[in-house]
């Protein structure tokens, strides 16, 4: 084959190759903005009117803490796959509000937690005065709070499960479900137990969905609901208080 030729056929290749990265790169890009799923009026509207709780948004997310700036203990807690950071506030309020918990809501890049490469402290850093670090996440994001578990007191985990093995780690943890989610099934939770510690504390919640760990609406592929978000909401605060009170 004549060099020239081949040089063609070379830069035609190449030019196939550049064309399919361009329209991969672009078409996720695209798929990261549709359907990210919003915070539901009502509860935000709630939680922003809550007059013990203080709601800023900084570099690091959105940071919830007690209206009288008594924290101890912090939770850094990463979004599910394309939802809206603000679709947590209303879930997560009175860990802050109650508890006296500092509460830094990530915001992934791009929407999605595993393209998200930053470590705890670049969260932490919210609130540099809280020695000791929670590190939570839902979905999605609780796979990628899994990653970041070795660098904190405790993990928490939201409808999710690791896919990192922590089971020879010595840390507190505690994975929360829902016995109708359709999407973090009572089955995957199950099945993903040896990867965490054997003291790991497991809650399945009766009636929870996967959105019900959230304020952003229902959720395709999720199952239905038979418990109020308000339930929810207390057990989970009443369940993250009580680590709160170990890591202390």
């Given amino acids: 084959m004549p060099v020239t030729r ?9 030019l196939s190759l550049a064309a399919l990265l361009v329209l991969t790169l672009g078409g996720t890009l695209v798929w990261t903005q549709v359907g990210v799923m919003s915070a539901e009026p009502g509860p935000l509207a709630h939680a922003e009117a809550n007059p013990a709780l203080t709601i800023e948004s900084a570099p690091e997310g959105i940071v919830l803490s007690p209206a009288d700036g008594d924290a101890d203990v912090g939770l850094v807690f990463i979004p599910g796959a394309k939802v809206q950071p603000e679709g947590y506030i209303a ?50 994001g609780g796979v990628r709070a899994c990653q970041l578990a070795p660098d904190a007191d405790a993990l928490v985990l939201f409808a999710s499960y690791c896919a990192t093995d922590l089971s020879d780690y010595r840390m507190p943890v505690l994975s929360v479900s ?11 939770v199950a099945d993903a137990r040896d990867l965490l510690p054997a003291d790991a504390r497991l809650v399945e ?44």
């Fill in 6 to 14: 081949a040089k063609r056929i070379l830069s035609r290749i190449l």
């Fill in 91 to 140: 879930t997560l309020q009175d860990l802050a509000a109650e508890d006296g918990i500092t509460v830094v809501i990530t915001r992934p890049w791009l929407n999605l937690a595993f393209f998200d490469p930053r470590g705890l402290d670049a969260f932490t850093s919210a609130a540099p005065d809280v020695d000791s670090w929670m590190v939570s996440g839902h979905s999605l």
């Fill in 178 to 188: 829902g016995s109708e989610d359709g999407l973090s099934t009572p089955q995957k």
């Fill in 205 to 248: 919640i009766d009636g929870a969905s996967h959105a019900s760990f959230g304020a952003y609406g229902p959720q395709g592929g999720d199952g239905e609901p038979t418990v109020s978000d308000q339930a929810v909401r207390a057990r989970i605060t009443e369940l993250i208080g009580t680590l709160a009170a170990e890591v202390r």
